[in-house]
Every structure is written in C-alpha cells, then in structure tokens.
C-alpha cells in the first residue's frame, strides 16, 4: 500500500507542474494549492525515512520555488499596471481596453505568487516564537526573481539556505524577526519600495552586498553569528543598522549613503 500511495502522489505531482504552465491562473493556482498540499504528505508519510521525506519535498518546493523566479512579461510595465487608469506619458497611452486587460492579467498572476509565499510562510512558522515550522529542512532559492508584488516572509524559520541574490522587489518586503541556521543571500539586489530585516539572527553567513535600497531599509535588533557583507551597496533613502550584533567580521566597505 505505501507504494501504492508514493506513486499516486507523483502522478498527481506531475500533473500539478503541468497545471503550472497553463494559460488559465483559476488552473495555475490549483496546480499550486495541489503541489503545496503534496509537500504535506509526503512529510506525514511514516513509511519512509525522514530523510526520504525531505528529498521528495524538496524536489516540490523546488518547483515552487522555479515558478516565483520564472519572468513575467507584464511586470516589466509595474509602474503603470498599478495606477487606476492610463497615464498620459505611459505605454498605454490611448489604449484604455488593453490596459484594463493586461491590469488584471498582472494582478492574477501575483495573487498566485503571493499564494505560495503565503502558503511557505505559514509552514516556516513553529508552533512557538523561535521554532521550526514543518517546511524549515528545505532549501529556497528564489534568486533572480522579480517580485511585482508585497513579500511577507516575517518570522521564519531557515534550517537550509536560502538565496533571494539578484532579486528585485517592486513592492515592500518584510523578512523581519526570522532565523537563518544556514547561508543567507540577498546580495545583488534591489528594493523599489521599503524593506525590513529587523529583528533576525544569522547563524551562518548572511550576504546583503551590492544591492541598491531607494527606499528605507531597516537591519535593526539583528544578531549576526557568522560573516556579514554589507559592502558596495546603494542606500537612497534612510538605512538603520542600530541594537545589532556582529560576533563575527562585518563588511560595509565602499557603500554610498
């Protein structure tokens, strides 16, 4: 029987990554909520080893994660896609209808991304204040992404690294009060809106350098046990780094304030 059941998850695995790519979001996101809930199963199967556990979750949440950094054509055009109506100087000058279209195409496509941040997030979470949640022994790499849309990740719990490098956030982003237990990357970014770090502890080594904040930014309250960078970065706006610890070398070299 538990063979049984393995194979019947991974046929359902492989028709939710196909939901995945469908034109339909209604589609799309049911290829997500099917994927998420798979990930839940194979983590209570007690058939298997633990470790067998992980590997087959992992290989979900990679997917999940490949959706997040996947580009979408319309984010190009954020700026005006969020605006009520056409600008005068936009791209959609004179093209009302398109613009109502495409509008609403974009917001589709990121309340599915926002689903799956919100769906890892819940599962990041112990059941009490600094604890792991059931999804913190996977690995996420979001690096690359473009997020066209608010990311909340507060309080998580990272047993793996993580890596959000060469990301951009077109919208606010809150990592705040989070734990990191392995390598942490963000570097080579960029934040269009206000970020929040504050609050978070670093096990391991935690990477910020090269990135470009045009809005305030806040590394506060954090505890840094393992190497930091900050250096080569770009802060446009206010940056606070007050009430921290750094148990190990920080780097802020060559930064412009």
């Known amino acids: 029987m538990p063979e049984k059941h393995n194979a019947e998850r991974r046929e359902q695995y492989t028709k939710a990554v196909e939901q995945l790519g469908n034109v339909s979001a209604p589609v799309r996101m049911g290829g997500v909520y099917t994927l998420v809930s798979l990930v839940d199963e194979w983590l209570r199967e007690e058939n298997i080893e633990y470790n067998e556990r992980i590997a087959e979750g992992q290989i979900i949440i990679n997917n999940l994660c490949a959706y997040i950094r996947s580009p979408f054509a319309l984010a190009s055009h954020y700026d005006e896609l969020t605006q009520d109506s056409p600008t005068a100087e936009g791209l959609y000058k004179n093209r009302e209808q398109e613009f109502y279209i495409d509008k609403a195409t974009l917001k589709s496509e990121a309340d599915i991304r926002l ?24 690995e996420y790499d979001f690096s690359g992404s473009t997020f066209f849309y608010p990311v909340d990740l507060t309080n998580s719990y990272y047993q793996k690294p993580v890596n959000f490098s060469g990301s951009t956030y077109q919208d606010w982003v809150d990592f705040s009060n989070s734990i990191y237990q392995g390598r942490a990357d963000f570097n080579d970014s960029t934040y269009r809106n206000w970020a929040d770090s504050r609050g978070s502890i670093y096990q391991g080594r935690a990477d ?3 990135s470009t904040y045009q ?6 309250d954090s505890t840094y046990r393992g190497e930091v960078c900050f250096n080569k970065s770009t802060y446009q706006d206010f940056v ?5 610890i750094y148990q190990n070398w920080a780097d802020f070299y060559d930064s412009t304030y």
């Open 240 to 244: 606070y780094f007050d009430r921290s």
């Open 115 to 138: 689903n799956i941040i919100k769906e890892i997030r819940r599962r990041l979470q112990g059941p009490d204040e600094n604890t792991p949640g059931a999804w913190s022994d996977f």
């Open 215 to 220: 809005n305030v930014v806040y590394f506060s």
């Open 208 to 210: 910020f350098n090269s």
